[in-house]
T-cell receptor
Framework: DTAVSQTPKYLVTQMGNDKSIKCEQN?????MYWYKQDSKKFLKIMFS???????INETVPNRFSPKSPDKAHLNLHINSLELGDSAVYFC???????????????FGSGTRLTVV | AQSVTQLDSQVPVFEEAPVELRCNYS??????LFWYVQYPNQGLQLLLK??????LVKGINGFEAEFNKSQTSFHLRKPSVHISDTAEYFC?????????????FGTGTLLAVQP
């Protein structure tokens, strides 16, 4: 059983389209994240949800909208895709940091988005 | 604000040789540090973490790291590498704020093990 699974693994689309990436975790974690990894392998956090509540919202274009229907799922919807959105997007999960601890993440295997 | 610096973008090494991957951090509060490994076309996997206690931390696959507060470093070491250790290695610091647990990553070091 995959702990954090993302779909699709690869996504090729044209500029201006709208697309979604889905993420699901079966670890019982309360907190989920979206990270973007650019072509130079740099990882930057985009969003974090804790029990369906948005707790981290970095400086990301508002074309990106996360949605968490329940604590096991965190989806990422992107409107009006641009060339610069091409990257690998990683979903991750962790235990609830509000419990007073620092926890490592469990990552999904990534979604490689290519905008043409 | 917390940050990490990985000065070496690539470290070539021969199989069975020892290796050290360098990581330096800056933090104004309590420090929580991590090393992750990313194999080609895969997600990141936790190698080890330092939260408190012993400054020498042992992780998976024979890796270990030493937390050095005076030098603000958290270097990763392995006494003898294998071809299969070829991967990208990321150091990260937690920007723990009580209610959030944001990991801030370094730019990564590619460990290239040659036969």
């Amino acid at each position: 059983d995959t702990a954090v699974s993302q779909t699709p693994k690869y996504l090729v689309t044209q500029m201006g389209n709208d697309k979604s990436i889905k993420c699901e975790q079966n670890l019982g974690h309360d907190t989920m994240y979206w990270y973007k990894q650019d072509s130079k392998k740099f990882l930057k956090i985009m969003f974090s949800y804790n029990n369906k509540e948005l707790i981290i919202n970095e400086t990301v274009p508002n074309r990106f909208s996360p949605k968490s229907p329940d604590k096991a799922h965190l989806n990422l919807h992107i409107n009006s895709l641009e060339l610069g959105d091409s990257a690998v997007y990683f979903c991750a999960s962790s235990q609830d940091p509000g419990r007073g601890g620092v926890y490592g993440y469990t990552f999904g295997s990534g979604t490689r988005l290519t905008v043409v | 604000a917390q940050s990490v610096t990985q000065l070496d973008s690539q470290v070539p090494v021969f199989e069975e040789a020892p290796v050290e991957l360098r990581c330096n951090y800056s933090s104004s509060v309590s420090v929580y540090l991590f090393w992750y490994v990313q194999y080609p076309n895969q997600g990141l996997q936790l190698l080890l973490k330092y939260l408190s206690g012993s400054t020498l931390v042992k992780g998976i696959n024979g890796f270990e790291a030493e937390f050095n507060k005076s030098q603000t470093s958290f270097h990763l070491r392995k006494p003898s590498v294998h071809i299969s250790d070829t991967a990208e290695y990321f150091c990260a610091v937690s920007d723990y704020g009580g209610a959030t647990n944001k990991l801030i990553f370094g730019t990564g070091t590619l460990l290239a093990v040659q036969p």
